[in-house]
């Protein structure tokens, strides 16, 4: 895209502004890494509409900015997350409520389902937090869609294509634009 995603302009406003509007009233956790000053720049009241945190190292790749931010959210260890890239449009607020009434003891994530395929926001319940912030962000293991794998997750079937949405290309953002 040639610049960062939250800072691309869509609908006449930075992407990451689309985003929290999506999220207003909810806890929103946004972690930076090297286009900081770029994100800070484009979004000047970005920090008081959202928590920002700051990958000391983000060369140590995405997995280390997830730990990054779900270490800022695990500070309130009784409650879980969700998890929302940036290039992943919020769904609706069925598929939040949806999520969060799926998330029973015993889970470790609930993911919304659209056609058959898995996506985004994935919720996950804090000992799983837990233990994704104890993992080696080196490690092969050092994916959220790997430790998935081998978790115990709810899939919660969503009628939303947004949720199996990623925003890398023109494109994609054209066919956002259209609602498709």
Known sequence: MGEPKGVFVFAGR???????????GRRVVVVL??????YLEAIPDLATRAEVVVNPDPDRGPFSSLQV???????????????LPVDVPAPSAAVWRALEEALDPGFDAA????????????????????LLCSRDPASAEARLDVALQSAKVHRVPTSDPRVRMNLNAPEDWGKLGKGT
Not at 33 to 38: I, L, Q, V
Not at 71 to 77: E, G, M, N, R
């Open 69 to 83: 931010g779900l270490a800022a959210v695990s500070l309130s260890p009784a409650v879980p997350a969700f998890v």
């Open 33 to 38: 890494g090297h286009d900081s000053p770029r």
């Open 14 to 24: 930075p992407w990451i502004e689309t985003q929290l509007a999506a999220l207003e």
């Open 111 to 130: 993911i919304p389902v659209f056609e058959g395929r898995g996506g985004h926001p994935v919720l996950l319940a804090p000992p799983f937090i837990a």
